[in-house]
């Protein structure tokens, strides 16, 4: 089935990774960039197609929210944690 | 100075209208940041540039108080709160109908994170009132025949106010005792149930220790002699496996903004297989079985069921990450720092709520000095009060131990760069206290502070 590709399943993963880097909550921002990796690296041997299937459109609902949430975060965005400044955002 | 700074800086944001780019809006609380400013009386601080610094916001701390909302949680409540407004319990048209529709489908939710059935949740406006229901409920409901309540002394304060107005009512209530490690004696609480006692009650997980509460042999004491058993999960729903069948549990109380979910809302499982019989509390339509009348709020309930449903999927890595820095914090300040002291049974543990005292150093100055950092010394509902604790003093702590206490939260969104952050700026400013202190001094010079004879004025 040409959706669940792993071309497309890396293109998801990386279209997710880029949202959550906009989050502007620090918090938010490195949870996402962390679940997201995790959880694509937990179910990277999933062999049946079926099961990738219901991966990836979950994926895809998730990059949803994540677009959303991140627009959000950025209408009512606040000053930054004090550890924000000290160390590069990194991920 | 930096006053006149911060307002110079909010008249100049006013005007402009917010957008994506827009700077942070002027609500009340960067004020407040500025009044932490870098310029104190300590000048060990590291250099920080202190115009910058005083607009920054500290590290949240502080996940047994309340908990930020999810993202996945506020995306499924926004729809309610702009849309899909109807109120659940119209019947006649559309919007009922959808709202209603999400209620049943949050209830589900709900259930399904406990092992319970739909039928059994009620929705609250949260844990407190789901505590009085249960408490104040069933003891009345049973007031003919049953006139005594089993409770701890470690419980959250709503639960020991409720038992405190039954008293009041005519009721008789025991109070069990904890050991040192927090937990209760099971043969003292199968020594206190009595023939006429309809109800106990035992927190799942402590707000203030984190100790774990052996429920499930809990459970089995209390179906065996035939007494309800309540316990208030508000602080272990969504973060260690709960199942109502397994555990025998008659009712729990949920709290939603504890479990990444919005505050107002929370929710109560009566249980219907033996039926357990509660007197409502208030009176109104009908709605919510009649155990709890008033409009159910749809979109904190959507949030409520949200937060479930994501606690349910995350709740193994959560606990992993989470156990993972508490670790961590727990080892770097115990290796770096002597006299420490952690309250609370070590393997029968929460790993997400530490509570630390520090011998010779006064808990409110540690907590003033680490203002980047939220923390807390003691429950949020005790905090206005300078009494120690009452949970600490129920586990017998000594009076100077339970002064120094501090207690760190660590939860789903927190930073292995926080919890270094913290434990640094602990160890920095617990080392610098007890440099000030005469009794580490003393202690120092092997005198032993128990021998002491103070003089009086």
């Given at each position: 089935?040409?959706a ?32 997201i ?19 990836v ?30 160390e590069?955002?990194?991920? | 100075?930096l006053?006149?700074?911060?307002w ?23 004020l ?8 104190s ?10 115009q ?23 995306d499924?409540m ?12 119209s ?14 489908h ?16 009620i ?17 009345r ?45 099971l ?5 206190a ?26 459970g ?18 969504g ?39 509660v007197?409502a ?13 008033g ?126 952050y ?10 610098r206290?007890?440099e ?22």
């Amino acid at each position: 089935m040409a959706a669940s590709s792993r071309a497309q399943v890396l293109d998801l993963y990386r279209a997710m990774l880029r949202e959550s880097k906009y989050f502007s909550a620090y918090n938010y921002r490195t949870y996402a960039v962390r679940r997201i990796r995790d959880a694509f690296r937990e179910n990277k041997n999933v062999k049946h197609p079926v099961e990738i299937q219901a991966l990836v459109n979950k994926a895809r609902r998730d990059l949803g929210i994540i677009h959303r949430q991140v627009h959000i975060g950025q209408m009512y965005s606040t000053d930054k944690l004090i550890i924000e400044n000290q160390e590069k955002p990194r991920t | 100075m930096l006053l006149r700074t911060a307002w110079r800086r909010v008249a100049a944001a006013v005007p402009v209208a917010p957008g994506p780019k827009s700077d942070a809006p002027t609500r009340g609380l960067r004020l407040r940041v500025v009044d932490h400013s870098p310029q104190s009386a300590v000048p060990s601080d590291t250099a920080t540039a202190p115009q910058a610094e005083s607009m920054l916001r500290p590290l949240y701390m502080d996940v047994q108080a309340t908990t930020p909302l999810d993202p996945r949680v506020l995306d499924a409540m926004l729809p309610y709160l702009v849309n899909y407004y109807g109120n659940p319990h119209s019947r006649t048209h559309a919007y009922g109908w959808e709202s209603e529709a999400a209620m049943e489908h949050a209830r589900q939710q709900v259930a399904s994170l406990i092992g319970a059935d739909p039928r059994e949740i009620i929705f609250t406006s949260g844990a407190t009132e789901s505590n009085n229901i249960a408490i104040k409920g069933v003891a009345r409901f049973y007031r003919s025949r049953k006139k005594h309540l089993i409770t701890t002394q470690t419980e959250h304060k709503c639960v020991l106010d409720s038992c405190r107005s039954l008293e009041a009512e005519g009721f008789q209530v025991t109070y069990l005792p904890v050991k040192k490690s927090g937990i209760i004696d099971l043969k003292e609480l199968e020594a206190a149930i009595q023939p006429d006692t309809s109800l106990v009650s035992v927190m799942t997980v402590n707000n203030e220790i984190g100790v774990k509460q052996p429920i499930a042999e809990i459970g089995r004491i209390c179906s065996s002699r035939k007494v309800y058993f309540h316990t208030d999960a508000a602080q272990a729903v969504g973060k260690i496996p709960l199942d109502v069948n397994d555990m025998k549990i008659d009712l729990m109380s949920i709290s939603g903004h504890k479990i990444y979910g919005p505050k107002g809302v929370g929710a109560i499982y009566i249980r219907r297989r033996p039926r357990v019989r509660v007197e409502a509390l208030q009176s109104g339509g009908g709605q919510e079985r009649g155990m709890r009348s008033g409009t159910v709020p749809t979109p904190l309930v959507v949030g409520l069921g949200a937060a479930c449903e994501v606690a349910q999927q995350e709740m193994e890595y959560d606990h992993k990450w989470i156990s993972k820095l508490a670790e961590r914090l727990t080892q770097k300040i115990m290796k770096s720092l002597p006299d420490v002291v952690m309250n609370g049974d070590p393997e029968h543990h929460y790993p997400g709520c530490i509570n630390l005292s520090f011998a010779y150093v006064e808990g409110e100055s540690l907590l003033m000095a680490l203002k980047d950092v939220a923390l807390s010394s003691g429950s949020a509902c005790t905090s206005a009060s300078l009494e120690p604790s009452y949970v600490l003093r129920a586990i017998g702590t000594d009076e100077d131990l339970a002064h120094s206490s501090i207690r760190f939260g660590i939860g789903r969104f927190t930073t292995e760069e926080e919890v270094d952050y913290t434990v640094e700026k602990c160890i920095h400013h617990v080392k610098r206290l007890r440099e000030m202190s005469p009794l580490w001094e003393m202690v120092q010079d092997g005198i032993d502070l128990k021998s002491i004879k103070w003089t009086q004025h």
